[in-house]
């Protein structure tokens, strides 16, 4: 049990590093020596769950560990979203969705309605990532040479407050990846507005979205922006409930030799 516990964590350290570590770093951000740290890497690599460049030694996440993933679905986050995504479609009384990216389409993954009579039914709206909440968060969230590549490309103005500017939307983006929501109020339609915040893993990457989009005629944007106090509240509930129950259990159980075989 204690091998397993020390592997899984080495392998959510390397899924972890924004640059794929060596076998002495991930022994010690797991907190585990490093011959047990080569015998376990060894196992996930024949496992196909982290793969080593033959070059620099260094490791990243396998193809398994997508197999795996991609067998399990969209179920697991569902299910652990579900909580959250009623308490806050009972505090704000809204229509509030759970949503990720599928490369560059936003997919609807769950939703609970409010009871007001006029509702917005984002699956049936389409349109481009700077007029959205939630397409804005998506685009604060892509690399540097992503971001100024999206930049550089024409956009289409749908309504006046729609950004089309790259300066104000670069403006726009930077705001919204150190605040961790955005907003849209009137950019893609006059009729309704929304806001939406990012739900991270341990690496600071989006996992999800939680998103509200309302009729515009019952909010104004500081009402609307109002909103973003029990969002992102309710997307760091749910970040907590995706992460490891206990990430640091390793390092926190110094090993003896390798007498945690």
Not at 93 to 104: A, H, I, M, P
Not at 142 to 167: F, H, K, M, W
Request: glycine share 6%; aromatic share 6%; charged share 30%.
């Amino acid at each position: 049990m204690q091998s397993v516990e020390r592997a899984l964590s080495m392998l959510e350290e390397i899924a972890a590093s924004d640059v794929p570590p060596s076998a002495s770093e991930v022994a010690r951000r797991a907190g585990v020596n490093r011959a047990t740290a080569w015998r376990l890497l060894n196992t996930l690599e024949h496992f196909h769950l982290v793969e080593r460049e033959e070059r620099s030694g260094r490791y990243s996440v396998g193809y398994g560990a997508s197999r795996i993933a991609a067998a399990s679905g969209d179920r697991p986050l569902i299910r652990r979203a579900r909580p959250v995504l009623e308490r806050l479609g009972t505090e704000l009384d809204e229509r509030v969705y759970l949503q990720v990216f599928s490369g560059d389409e936003m997919v609807v993954l769950d939703e609970v309605h409010g009871s007001h009579p006029v509702q917005v039914d984002i699956t049936r709206i389409d349109g481009p990532l700077h007029c959205k909440s939630v397409g804005k968060l998506h685009l604060a969230f892509l690399p540097d040479g992503d971001i100024e590549e999206y930049l550089a490309r024409p956009r289409e103005r749908y309504t006046e407050r729609t950004i089309v500017d790259s300066e104000l939307l670069r403006a726009e983006l930077s705001r919204a990846r150190a605040n961790r929501y955005a907003v849209a109020y009137q950019e893609g339609r006059l009729d309704w507005s929304g806001v939406g915040a990012v739900v991270c893993d341990r690496a600071d990457r989006p996992l999800a979205y939680l998103n509200v989009t309302v009729p515009s005629y019952r909010y104004t944007e500081d009402m609307l922006r109002e909103l973003s106090t029990p969002m992102l509240a309710a997307a760091n509930e749910l970040q907590q409930r995706l992460a490891p129950e206990n990430p640091d259990t390793a390092a926190a159980t110094p090993e003896r030799g390798d007498g945690g075989r």
